[in-house]
């Protein structure tokens, strides 16, 4: 399967003529997805879990076969250490509140990295001042890695928590998160892993990793908005209270008194949004039939074509790791001068989806001294006349401003 037949199955890049390089925000979606979540609502659309009419079964069978799809499809254990949340930002803070709290002493440390998103980021500042604990950060070097000195200085025997980004949604530094889960075990922390940037371009398997939880949004797999995983050891989820109450998620309710339904359920409060699990199903049966190799045969040959043709623009300064190996799909930059709000404004008129912004990273922007940038952000679905169109629409906005410059 090549690449012009890979694009086919996307309708909105097959109607429209613009070039889409902002896949790290979301992923366009597969007619085969859009088809299931229609078919869904053709042939299934009932409230899982709450009727006893064969139309609610046929409803829950989809429901739960997809929950253990998504675990084959992450290697989990359990079916039931898979939790459905509407992205990974609700996943997170449900970690955040439901074991953080709890677990939490004054003068523990909770250890994150200075890249992470702000979802991995802010609900530990809350919970750290809740409990007295601290917040401790890893820095990044020159070439926009963690070293391993970073790694073994800041995680200590006081932490009890470290959060790290898989991939970075601003630099596309893959991080050394084999390093950081063996070291942080070692030390008696456990491990979040936020996969948002990562299980789109490669393969996640939770027992080679022996993370203790991850987390990822599937409208950045191709899936629909509003659907997202939390996978967590079973044995530290059944320890956790729940994070949101109410419906289903109960076993048994008196007037001043209520027990908690097992693994999953207990994390899974009111109707869920079933149309986006059946279509998060559909997006990793899509993604097991290209295979991991061969998305990332494509998307190394686009990546590479890219830095080549940015790194030959002398009025770019550019935000990624020399190293090849260790980035990801996000190319971060900026026109030296030039705002990249400006920047973005200029190439949507040539029909060029790039984001511009702090890209919900605040703390790492002030840390590399600038307030914002240009993200272009690519999957497989992209081509080498995606990236010329880029350089050229780049070349527009370079030649409107270099006067002011």
Same mark, same amino acid.
């Given at each position: 399967m090549d690449i012009e037949e890979i694009k086919k199955d996307f309708p909105l890049l097959v109607n429209s003529p613009i070039t889409y390089l902002d896949s790290g925000a979301t992923t366009q979606k597969p007619i085969q997805v859009i088809n299931a979540v229609k078919e869904f609502y053709e042939k299934y659309n009932s409230n899982p879990h709450r009727g006893a009419y064969s139309l609610s079964v046929e409803a829950t069978e989809v429901y739960e076969n997809t929950r253990t799809k998504i675990a084959n499809f992450i290697n989990a254990k359990h079916s039931e250490e898979i939790i459905f949340t509407k992205n990974a930002t609700e996943a997170l803070n449900l970690i955040a509140y439901s074991y953080g709290l709890n677990n939490l002493k004054k003068d523990d440390e909770v250890v994150i990295s200075i890249m992470e998103h702000h979802s991995n980021l802010v609900p530990w500042q809350k919970v750290t001042k809740t409990t007295g604990s601290k917040l401790n950060y890893m820095y990044i070097n020159?070439?926009?890695? &963690?070293? $391993?000195?970073? =790694?073994?200085?800041? =995680?200590?025997?006081? %932490?009890? &928590? !470290? #959060? =790290? *980004?898989? &991939?970075?949604?601003?630099? #596309?530094? /893959?991080?050394?998160?084999?390093? /950081? =889960?063996?070291? *942080?075990?070692? $030390? #008696? *922390?456990? !491990? /979040?892993i936020d996969c948002s940037q990562s299980i789109a371009h490669m393969k996640i398997d !939770?027992?080679?990793? +022996? *993370? +203790?939880?991850?987390v990822f949004s599937g409208h950045k797999m191709l899936s629909p908005l509003g659907i997202g995983v939390l996978y967590g050891k079973s044995n530290i989820l059944n320890k956790m209270t729940p994070f949101l109450m109410g419906g289903d998620m109960i076993e048994y309710v008196y007037e001043q008194e209520t027990t908690f339904a097992p693994l999953p359920n207990k994390f899974e409060a009111g109707t869920q949004n079933v149309e986006g699990v059946v279509g998060l199903g559909a997006a990793i049966d899509y993604i097991e039939n290209i295979g991991y190799n061969k998305i990332q045969e494509l998307e190394k040959e686009i990546i590479s074509y890219a830095r080549q043709k940015l790194s030959k623009l002398d009025y770019i300064k550019l935000y990624l790791t020399p190293n090849e190996e260790s980035h990801s799909a996000v190319i971060s930059f900026n026109i030296i001068g030039i705002h990249p709000h400006d920047v973005a404004s200029i190439l949507d008129s040539q029909g060029v989806c790039i984001r511009s912004g702090n890209h919900c990273a605040q703390p790492l922007m002030r840390f590399l001294g600038i +307030?914002? %940038?240009?993200?272009?952000?690519?999957y497989f679905y992209n081509t080498k006349e995606d990236v010329d169109k880029l350089i050229m629409a780049l070349n527009k906005a370079y030649d409107m401003f270099k006067k002011y410059i």
């Amino acid at each position: 399967m090549d690449i012009e037949e890979i694009k086919k199955d996307f309708p909105l890049l097959v109607n429209s003529p613009i070039t889409y390089l902002d896949s790290g925000a979301t992923t366009q979606k597969p007619i085969q997805v859009i088809n299931a979540v229609k078919e869904f609502y053709e042939k299934y659309n009932s409230n899982p879990h709450r009727g006893a009419y064969s139309l609610s079964v046929e409803a829950t069978e989809v429901y739960e076969n997809t929950r253990t799809k998504i675990a084959n499809f992450i290697n989990a254990k359990h079916s039931e250490e898979i939790i459905f949340t509407k992205n990974a930002t609700e996943a997170l803070n449900l970690i955040a509140y439901s074991y953080g709290l709890n677990n939490l002493k004054k003068d523990d440390e909770v250890v994150i990295s200075i890249m992470e998103h702000h979802s991995n980021l802010v609900p530990w500042q809350k919970v750290t001042k809740t409990t007295g604990s601290k917040l401790n950060y890893m820095y990044i070097n020159d070439e926009y890695e &963690i070293p $391993n000195e970073e =790694i073994e200085k800041k =995680i200590t025997n006081k %932490t009890k &928590i !470290v #959060g =790290i *980004a898989h &991939i970075s949604n601003v630099l #596309g530094t /893959i991080n050394n998160i084999k390093k /950081i =889960i063996k070291y *942080a075990h070692k $030390n #008696g *922390a456990i !491990v /979040i892993i936020d996969c948002s940037q990562s299980i789109a371009h490669m393969k996640i398997d !939770v027992q080679e990793l +022996d *993370a +203790d939880f991850i987390v990822f949004s599937g409208h950045k797999m191709l899936s629909p908005l509003g659907i997202g995983v939390l996978y967590g050891k079973s044995n530290i989820l059944n320890k956790m209270t729940p994070f949101l109450m109410g419906g289903d998620m109960i076993e048994y309710v008196y007037e001043q008194e209520t027990t908690f339904a097992p693994l999953p359920n207990k994390f899974e409060a009111g109707t869920q949004n079933v149309e986006g699990v059946v279509g998060l199903g559909a997006a990793i049966d899509y993604i097991e039939n290209i295979g991991y190799n061969k998305i990332q045969e494509l998307e190394k040959e686009i990546i590479s074509y890219a830095r080549q043709k940015l790194s030959k623009l002398d009025y770019i300064k550019l935000y990624l790791t020399p190293n090849e190996e260790s980035h990801s799909a996000v190319i971060s930059f900026n026109i030296i001068g030039i705002h990249p709000h400006d920047v973005a404004s200029i190439l949507d008129s040539q029909g060029v989806c790039i984001r511009s912004g702090n890209h919900c990273a605040q703390p790492l922007m002030r840390f590399l001294g600038i +307030d914002s %940038t240009c993200r272009a952000s690519f999957y497989f679905y992209n081509t080498k006349e995606d990236v010329d169109k880029l350089i050229m629409a780049l070349n527009k906005a370079y030649d409107m401003f270099k006067k002011y410059i």
